[in-house]
């Protein structure tokens, strides 16, 4: 990044959250604050480490989204979540199985938890429950303000699954900016549709070859924190495995850099499970290609697999085609697919998952 830009980048910044400050000081003076609540995101950790991401906002007002919801009124639950104000510098207590520590949230309202537990977990894999306390600011009306946040610990998995969302799991039309916005505005978790065989395919790969495993499933896209809500819903309504989901704040002096991002959350992740060998999911529509083929590079034979959607031009293919061999080339297949049903044919031939899957996949594709 040239120097300007950096120095304009950093000017923007302290400018937004000088503008922040003001406007919530603003707020609080005239008595307009609205109630605050907690947001947590499922969180991700090993038996000695637990990590979780939230955020203190006002209440937004957005109503729970159904099958027969308008267009209309998607919308403006959609502008709502855009336009929710945040509680900057609140302190948030956590709390796991005894253990306590307190955290400050940021500017735009984030807090990050990290617990380095005194004895390794000896329970089953699975999700576990974090309590979350705001401790300051009051919220307006007065009350308490607690949250329950989840984190997935695997134990004794055979693998893990990093896959992007947009394209790979969820129609998004992510290559057309202006098309991919109007179907996050008008659309909620229960009309945005999934690919076909996705959440068959994602079950066989957490369940493993012998189908008998917790494997975790971590989803990492581009999208904007603010629809979290919105993601989370999709996959449960659409019966995709649940999992970690690693979003990206828009603010507009972080806006960009999606790469740089995507490698920095995946070099995370093989980091944390450092003995986890991982499957890369994704889609030939932006950089997921270049970004696997990156990390094939960064970590020699812990790649098993690399499924690519193809839902791009004949010209598009041809790099992949490229990028797939170079891969080859350092031990990882990368295999570009036109369906869903591809690669859970490829994944049983492999051993991820039983052969047996393949069929529900299939079944779930047509």
């Known amino acids: ?52 991401r939230g955020r203190v906002l006002e209440r937004t007002g957005i109503t729970r989204a159904g099958q027969d919801d308008t267009a209309w009124l998607n919308v403006r639950n959609m502008a709502r979540r855009f336009a ?22 940021g500017v735009e309202g984030f807090f990050d938890v990290s617990f380095r537990l005194p004895e390794p977990l000896d329970g089953e894999a699975g999700w576990y429950p974090v309590e979350l306390e705001l ?29 992007d969302l947009d394209d790979t799991v969820v129609r998004s039309s992510a290559t057309n900016t202006l098309k991919m916005a109007w179907i996050v505005l008008r659309n909620n978790a229960h009309t945005r549709l999934p690919f076909e065989g996705v959440a068959a395919f994602y079950e066989a790969l957490q369940l493993g070859g012998e189908g008998r495993s917790f494997n975790p499933i971590f989803y990492v896209s581009s999208s904007p924190w603010n629809i979290y809500d919105v993601l989370e819903d ?19 002096t972080v806006l960009g850099k999606h790469r740089d991002y995507k490698l920095g959350v995946i070099r995370r992740l093989l980091r944390m499970y450092e003995d986890l060998p991982f499957v890369l999911i994704g889609d030939s529509g ?33 790099e992949v085609r490229a990028i797939a061999e170079e ?17 859970a044919e490829h994944a049983a031939s492999i051993g991820l998952i039983t052969p047996e899957a393949v069929s529900g996949v299939r079944a779930a594709s047509n």
């Open 1 to 52: 990044m040239t120097d300007w830009r950096r120095t304009a980048l950093g000017a923007a910044k302290v400018a937004e959250e000088r503008f922040d400050a003001f406007r919530f000081g603003l707020k609080r003076r005239l008595g307009l604050l609205d109630p605050f609540e907690i947001l947590p995101y499922r969180g991700y950790g090993t038996a000695r480490e637990l990590f979780l």
């Open 84 to 105: 929710s104000d945040e509680v900057p510098e609140a302190r948030v207590r956590a709390s796991f199985e005894g253990t306590r520590i307190e955290t400050r949230a």
């Open 135 to 163: 401790l300051s600011p009051p919220s307006p009306g007065g009350g308490e303000v607690r949250s329950t946040g989840q984190v997935l610990v695997p134990h004794a998995a055979g693998f893990g699954v990093i896959s």
């Open 234 to 252: 999709f996959l449960n309504v659409h019966g995709v495995p649940p999992g970690p989901l690693f979003l990206k704040d828009w603010s507009p």
């Open 286 to 318: 932006e950089e997921d290609p270049e970004i696997y083929l990156q990390t094939v590079r960064e970590h020699p034979g812990r790649i098993r697999a690399v499924y690519i959607r193809d839902v791009t031009s004949e010209r598009r293919d041809a």
């Open 327 to 343: 891969a080859r080339h350092l031990g990882t297949e990368l295999i570009p697919v036109q369906d869903t049903a591809e690669a």
